[in-house]
């Protein structure tokens, strides 16, 4: 490990840390790939586990021996060792979960790599609250969902938030990105699956009905929050799938849905 000591916020060498959005770190080193943030010892942990490489660490004095132990296997990234204000003064919030580190995204797999071997995966569109997607991720983990795939417009699994809310587990669960539909369907169908999604219809399937006798291969889809499934998603679905309700409730937030839905359909 190297320990660089920093006191002023404004060296260059604390760049990637200082005011930055996720979308700017996305963009940072591209095409490449960009950074994104791993932000306390458990999610960088994981983070390494999964064969991600840091760039960068940052942490305060006191956290040093967890930043030694983590970066064991990485002695050439530099570790800033910055004081509590000055870390606050670069984020723009209080850094009190030990370790922030700049890290290389990996370069996405194809939807066909991560469906091959899959029976059981979930399929975001359009979910936006970053949230939502850490919570979808945890409970993929540990449910036992095979992969997750989102849509072009579903918001960043490496954004900050939702890697924290996940507790790292988007670097254990297999995901990737597709295409727009309806060419995202076509890829569904062609790997074998049975499209899921998970809807209020007239003619839905309530959800222990179809988890009684389940396809072999089971993409559950699920929609924006507040709006649902887009039309051109809804279209390409094999069933419509619902979560029977109770006193005057029409749905549950989607992300609990989510989990709901992936343990009715476990394997």
């Known amino acids: 490990m190297l320990p660089i000591r920093i006191d002023d916020p404004r060296d260059p060498r604390l760049a990637d840390y200082r005011d930055l959005t996720d979308i700017a770190l996305r963009r940072k080193l591209e095409p490449s790939g960009g950074l994104y943030m791993a932000e306390s010892a458990k999610v960088l942990a994981r983070a390494l ?3 991600h490489i840091p760039r960068s660490a940052l942490v305060q004095e006191k956290w040093m021996p967890d ?3 983590l970066l064991a296997a990485h002695p050439d990234v530099p570790v800033y060792v910055v004081p509590a204000t000055v870390a606050e003064q670069l984020t723009g919030y209080a850094v009190h979960r030990g370790i922030l580190a700049a890290m290389h995204r990996p370069e996405l797999p194809a939807p066909e790599d991560v469906l091959a071997g899959a029976r059981r995966v979930v399929v975001l569109e359009d979910i936006v609250d970053h949230t939502n997607v850490g919570a979808m991720f945890r409970a993929a983990a540990g449910i036992g969902a095979d992969a997750v795939l989102v849509g072009p417009r579903c918001a960043d699994p ?3 938030r939702s890697v924290r809310v996940s507790m790292g587990t988007v670097f254990q669960v297999p995901w990737t990105r597709l295409p727009d539909w309806p060419a995202a369907g076509a890829v569904l169908h062609a ?4 499209v899921a999604a998970l809807a209020l219809a007239d003619d839905a399937v309530p959800l222990d009905v179809f988890a009684a006798a389940p396809p072999e291969k089971v993409a559950l889809m699920l929609g924006a929050e507040g709006d649902g499934l887009s039309r051109r998603a809804a279209a390409i679905a094999d069933t419509v799938v619902t979560i029977p309700m109770r006193g005057g ?3 549950l937030n ?5 989990a709901v839905a992936m343990w009715a359909l476990r394997v």
């Open 49 to 51: 586990a999964a064969g």
């Open 67 to 69: 930043a030694a132990a």
């Open 158 to 160: 490496l954004y900050r």
């Open 191 to 194: 790997a074998g699956f049975h």
């Open 249 to 251: 409730v029409d749905s």
């Open 254 to 258: 989607v992300a609990a849905a989510a």
